[in-house]
């Protein structure tokens, strides 16, 4: 049986199931120390804002951090909560 990759009505999804071309903002994390400070030594803490440029389904999310591009495991972005940014 497949989930479903559904955001929720109020933007919060985990970084595996953002769509690509949206704004993210980072509101959590479901890991250990050692994840939090993995993720952080890529410049993800808290209420850091980035775009999801790649999200096939499957292997690494592709995401663009300032002038950073990065690639998240699908394992580890399963983990990272995330909110969608509103545009200005």
């Known amino acids: 049986m497949r989930k479903r990759s559904v955001q929720s009505t109020s933007g ?19 890991g250990g ?3 939090s400070e993995r993720i952080s030594s890529m410049g993800l803490n808290n209420h850091a804002r980035f775009q999801v440029i790649a999200n096939s389904g499957h292997g690494p999310v592709g995401i663009r951090v300032g002038w950073t591009t990065l690639g998240i ?3 580890m972005a ?3 909560r995330v909110r969608k940014i509103e545009a200005d």
């Open 78 to 80: 399963a983990k990272i």
């Open 33 to 35: 120390e050692r994840m």
């Open 12 to 30: 919060e999804t985990t970084l595996s199931k953002a769509q690509p071309g949206i704004t993210f903002e980072m509101i959590g994390l479901d």
């Open 73 to 75: 495991g699908r394992g």
